[in-house]
Every structure is written in C-alpha cells, then in structure tokens.
C-alpha cells in the first residue's frame, strides 16, 4: 500500500469504525492523484441543490452534465426533509472556457465540499466534467431506518424483512438520504494517460444506436475520453455511405442494421460532449472479405486463402471516397486502417493483376507490395488531415510509418516499448481484452475476478522511460471485441472489469493495491447498478457493499439487493 493510500484509511477509519465501509464510502473511481478528507463529519445533499458556472455564460457541455447528473445524483427521487446544514450547491468554474476537445486536453480539476456547498474548479470544461462525475460517486443514497442508513449487514435484515411483507412494498421518498461523509473533502486530479479508450465492435454483432450512446456514457463516469469503433470486418459492413451503397446493401446483416451519416454524427456528437473522441476503424488490407461481395473488384479472392485488398489500385478510390464522406461525421482526427492479421499472401501470389504489378514497380517479395499498400492509405489519411492509426503488425514486420502514425499495440508490452524507443507514438490494447477469459496474470475460478488482471496490467510495465519516451506511450484501450456480445448482453461483458482498466490509465502508477482496490469496485459497481447498468458483483451482498436498487431503477423491481 503506498503512503497515500495509508494515510487516507486512517482517516477515514477514525471516521466510520473500520476500513471497509469508510474506504468505499469516501471514494472515487478511478483513484485521484490527491484527496485530503474529514475524520469526523458527515452532511447530506438537499434534491433541491442548485448547479450552476461561477460566471456566465456556462459553457454548453458543462450545463448540459448538470441536467444529466441531477437524476444521476438523486436516484432515487427527493431526499427527506432536514433541519440540519445540508449541500445545497454545486458550483463550476471553468478558467478557459472555449478549449476544444482533444486527446491531451487538460483534464484537471479540484473539488471541494464542505457541509453546505461543493465547488469544483478545471482550466477547461471537460476536466469539469470529471470533477462533477467525481462529485457525483461522493454522494450515497441509503434509505432510513431509525434515522441510521442502511449499509451493510443491516441492509441485508432489512432487505429480508421487505421480502416477507406482503406485496414487497416500496421505499416511500420520504426515506431518501443523500450523504457525503467524511466533509470537508478536497480532491485534485488529473489523468495519467491522455488516450483512455474503450474499443467496440460493431462487425461481428450490430449495436444499436442507443447501445453505443448509453455506453459512451457509462464510460464517462470511469473517465474514459476514446472510442475506439471497429465498424467493418469480414463480417459485416453496417456504416452506409451514399457514395458507395452497396456496401451496406450486400454487406450489412439487414437493412436494419446500418449506421446513416446522421446516426454517425448524432453519435459523435453526444460522445463530444461527454469528453469522448470517436475514433473509426476500417480494417484492411484483412478482414475485408465483405468488400468482395460489395464491390468484387477491390479483393483478391482464391481458393483456400485469404482474402486482402487488392493492393495494384481499384480499392483506392473507394477507401478515399468513405474517408471524404465520412470525414466531418468522424470529427476526430485519427482513422484507424487496421492492418492486423494478414496471415497469408497466397490470393496476392495468384491474382495476375498483382503478379503485373509487382514486375511494373521492380517489386521482388510480397512484404514490398505490402508495404506500397500501407503508404497509399497513410496518403489517404494525410489528404483528410487525419493521423493514421495501424495495429502493431504494421510497425512489427517493418512497412512505412509516417511521423504521425500511431501504434495501436494488442500482443505484448514489449511491442509497446519496442514502439516507443522508435519514437513512435503508442496505444496499447494489450491485456485488456474484455473478450477474454483469460487475460495475461494469474487464473482465477470466478469470471469476475479477472477484473484484477486488469487492474494490476501497466501498459509500460516497469520501463524505465525518460520524458520524451513517456510521452509518446498515449495510453491505452479496454477492448471488447464483439463475438459473443450484442446489445442484449455487451454492458456485463464490460462492466465492472472495465473499471479495472480505467483506473490504471487515469490513476498515478503506484495505485496498484488490489484489497483497497476491491473495496472501492464494489461501490463503484454498485454506482453503476443503481444507474440502470447491468454490472455483475465481485463479491456476495455482505462482503463490502449490500447493493440497493432505487425504487424507480430500470428493472422495475422493488427495492432489494444486487
């Protein structure tokens, strides 16, 4: 446990009679750099709490978080009335009010609460927006009993006695509390990592459009700031372009199943304004055996092999012409071309079109052709104004990368050092494929303890890096790839490991105690149960946290444990 870590379960156990209910009770995920609180008062938060910018006008994504958060914070309804000091106001100011968003925007803040006010302070909008979510996971709804609330093992005899009483009655909003222990509490934070990032996919398994914007949001509440969207595969190709229909006509899984440009920029624009950059990925020269039934011209197909892009021309203008279509819609300014997994050359070697090719440009080996294909899509990205993004294979077998290109690393963090120390810039994915079962570290029985595989996961591992070198390690990406997942199921598959992920790219490095960590998930995954996410426990009811559903929760069921 580092020092930090100590000193604040002192305090907070001189607070609350022991270690387990006081770490969960005044915390915030992912851990802060800095966070000084009380040991001996508590205050609760009026539903009437007014949220408001210290000047005006209130930056737009800033006003719209407060109405965003105020179901959020109070989720179960008003709070009882109270005669004593209550919070009863929430007040942002943003120093620079006009800062774009960006990966490397500054996104720090200080919060501060005492009994009656909370304030929080960043030199841009989106740092406000993580100080308001950190306000936010302070504030614990409980029902009363005897003027105590309920926790624990308490809740547990109570939740027994609901269930023997005819009907399950409800919690009536009188028994609303909403409390902040441990005031006054000072949190300052900042990321560790500037690219925090989630990947989904939406080739092998179609999410909805309403999926993919309730995850943008669950993702804001653990800080995430990327998206990573694998739209195209060997699958399915679901983004429907007007230039270029019959993608989506002969390679979406219905007609259905597809993303207009107004889909693309309705979701883009509510990640934006979560603090979240849209990241598009259309793999290639692989996993586009679906270009062959659209557009048959652009692949090399044969018996026995795999099919890859022709690389001699016909699938250049297209990849331009999605690029130029899509390129305001995708506001960002990355585009990820894939590049992963090409396992054979064997549909290049018979296509007469590519072996005219190679004796045009003196071309002698496969990995020439190769890398002639990579340059072309990396002038693609240049005539947007976008940074190309290429999974680590690209970099790894020695093809061309322009100065802005980055890595995208999912094989191993000597990949990610071996990037770094050629001064390219590096995502990593590695160790932190949601799909998994078992992700690199140590085995467990239950499914979700591998949440600590991911905690414990640095993507620099213990590199000794110098400045220069640190700052081009970016951060990294929580991937779940979408075989076995759909809407119907994508939220349990993510949540809570994910959290684990989110942690170690905003946190300092030497957070890594996983008992303290545990406690903190539980709550942190209780927060998201209570917001209407289906994140499974780490632990039975009475271990940490008994898991309360507000009355009015989405499952529409009376209030209990989960």
């Known amino acids: 446990m580092n020092a930090f870590s100590s000193a604040l379960l002192v305090l907070l156990s001189l607070a609350l009679g022991g270690p387990t209910d006081a770490y969960m009770y005044s915390s915030i995920w992912p851990h802060p750099v800095s966070m000084t609180v009380s040991a001996t ?69 200080t919060l501060t609460v005492t009994q009656t006010e909370a304030t929080v302070k960043a030199n841009t909008q989106w740092g406000a927006l993580r100080g308001i979510e950190s306000f936010s996971q302070l504030v614990h709804w409980s029902a009363e009993a005897g003027g105590e609330a309920l926790r624990g093992k308490e809740a547990v005899k109570r939740r027994q006695q609901w269930r023997r009483m005819s009907g399950l009655e409800r919690l009536a909003a009188s028994d609303n509390v909403y409390t ?15 690219w925090r990032g989630v990947l989904i996919d939406t080739s092998r398994h179609y999410l909805t459009v309403p999926t993919i914007m309730r995850t943008l ?102 990849i331009q012409g999605l690029v130029e279509e899509f390129k305001d819609a995708f506001s960002s300014p990355f585009i990820h071309f894939g590049g992963d997994e090409v396992h054979s050359f064997k549909c290049w070697d018979e296509s007469e079109n590519v072996t005219a090719f190679k004796k045009a440009h003196g071309f002698t080996t496969d990995a020439e052709v190769r890398n002639y294909f990579q340059t072309q899509v990396q ?99 929580a991937s779940m790839w979408g075989e076995q997942v759909s809407s119907v199921n994508i939220w349990s598959r993510m949540w809570p490991r994910g959290l684990a992920a989110a942690e170690r790219l905003w946190s300092p490095q030497n957070i890594r105690d996983i008992n303290m960590a545990s406690q903190r998930l539980a709550q942190q995954r209780c927060n998201l149960a209570q917001r209407g996410v289906g994140a499974g426990p780490i632990r039975p009811g009475n271990d940490y946290v008994n898991c309360l559903l507000p009355t009015n929760h989405a499952s529409n069921q009376p209030v209990g444990g989960v």
Not at 54 to 63: D, E, K, L
Not at 180 to 194: E, G, L, S, W
């Open 41 to 109: 008062t508590n205050t609760t938060v009026s539903s009437s709490m007014t949220m408001s910018c210290s000047q005006s006008p209130c930056p737009a994504t800033v006003q719209a978080a407060f109405q965003r958060y105020e179901p959020l914070i109070f989720i179960n309804g008003a709070s009882a009335p109270s005669s004593a000091p209550q919070i009863t106001s929430l007040v942002v100011t943003v120093v620079q009010r006009d800062v774009p968003l960006s990966v490397g925007v500054d996104e720090s803040y």
């Open 217 to 318: 949001e669950v993702m804001s509440w653990s800080k995430y700031n990327v998206l990573h969207w694998h739209l195209t595969d060997d699958n399915s190709f679901p983004l429907q372009s007007e230039k270029y229909p019959k993608f989506t006509e002969k390679g979406a899984y219905s007609p259905y199943e597809v993303y207009t440009i107004d889909d693309v920029t309705k979701i883009v624009s509510y990640a934006e304004s979560l603090g979240i950059t849209v990241v598009p990925e259309l793999d290639m020269p692989a996993h586009a055996a679906v270009w062959g039934k659209a557009y048959p011209q652009t692949v090399c197909q044969c018996a026995d092999g795999q099919t890859l892009l022709d690389p001699t021309g016909p699938a250049y203008p297209i």
């Open 379 to 477: 002038k693609i990205a240049a005539n947007v104004s976008k940074s190309p993004v290429f999974w680590e294979e690209v970099f790894d077998q020695g093809f061309t990368l322009q100065p802005d290109a980055i890595v995208n690393v999912w094989l191993s963090t000597d990949e990610v050092i071996k990037a770094i120390k050629a001064k390219h810039r590096v995502v990593s994915s590695y160790g932190w494929y949601l799909d998994q079962q078992n992700p690199p570290g140590g085995s467990h029985y239950l499914w979700e303890d591998t949440w600590q595989n991911f905690y414990l996961h640095d993507p620099i591992g213990n590199a000794t890096l110098t400045p220069d070198e640190l700052a081009l390690a970016l951060g990294g990406e």
């Open 180 to 194: 902040v222990y441990n005031v006054p509490i000072t949190v300052q934070d900042k990321p560790r990592f500037a």
